[in-house]
């Protein structure tokens, strides 16, 4: 195990960071001093993102990872464990909207949704929670989405396997954050309507009507969420613990 001082960097382990709003995180913590680990399921992207976070003078450890895989997310926190002896920040990003309602949807694509969208987050944070424990403490920051508050039955990618999941996200996060406090915070975040490479061509067919139930006149950007999450990974004190918050811009029409 790596030795720790006063003065080692702080690191942030971040699911689905190679690309969208997690990259925008990990770029924005990296601005901030850490250095990050990034997992992902395209090479390609976790190269681009280790790239940009080289240029702007941190460290970068990159794994070809699916969340689902529960033995791969402990071998990924022992290898970090092994390289820099600690993980100060773990933000669980990594998800997959699911179009299909009830009528639709397959046994084998309900249990996908579950297994990605909460169950991977479930993966990353038990191996996690014993390293920051040991190091004094850290902060857990979960995905969840504005869909878990809503129903998300307007959305045509969020209906309620997805809302489900997210939904359970939250009580995770209640529950995490009374078991590990006061040590750990646990917090989730609760995105509205982001612009993403993967959401741009639903988002473009209609961003005016968007915009326009949205208080602040607009669709939300990776970098609105990377402010947030940076801010609950580096505020002081954390007496913040527990909460979701929405991303959404005041967003009234849903």
Not at 90 to 97: D, E, I, S, V
Request: hydrophobic fraction near 45%.
């Amino acid at each position: 195990m790596a030795e720790t001082t006063d003065t080692t960097p702080k690191v942030a382990l971040i699911t689905g960071g190679g690309r969208g709003i997690g990259r925008a995180c990990a770029l924005d913590l990296a601005k901030h001093g850490f250095d990050i680990v990034l997992v992902d399921l395209i090479e390609d992207d976790l190269a681009r993102t280790a790239g940009e976070i080289a240029d702007l003078g941190r460290q970068a450890l990159t794994f070809v990872a699916d969340v689902r895989d529960y033995r791969r997310a402990a071998e990924i926190v022992a290898e970090v464990d092994a390289h820099w002896g600690r993980i100060d920040v773990l933000f669980n990003n990594a998800g997959k909207p699911m179009p299909k309602g009830i009528e639709e949807i397959t046994e084998d694509e309900f249990d996908t949704t579950i297994d990605i969208n909460l169950k991977g987050a479930f993966n990353y944070i038990q191996p996690t929670v014993p390293l920051m424990r040991r190091n004094g403490g850290g902060r857990i920051i979960n995905m969840s989405s504005m869909n878990a508050h809503t129903g998300g039955v307007t959305s045509a990618v969020s209906k309620f396997a997805y809302t489900s999941a997210k939904a359970g996200i939250l009580g995770m996060t209640r529950a995490l954050a009374k078991e590990l406090a006061p040590e750990i915070v646990v917090n989730a975040i609760c995105p509205g309507v982001i612009k993403t490479e993967r959401s741009n061509a639903m988002i473009d067919a209609r961003e005016a009507q968007l915009a326009a139930g949205i208080a602040m006149k607009r669709v939300g950007t990776p970098q609105d969420v990377a402010s947030v999450v940076t801010f609950l990974a580096t505020s002081e004190p954390n007496f913040l613990t527990g909460q979701d918050i929405q991303i959404d811009g005041m967003q009234w029409v849903r």
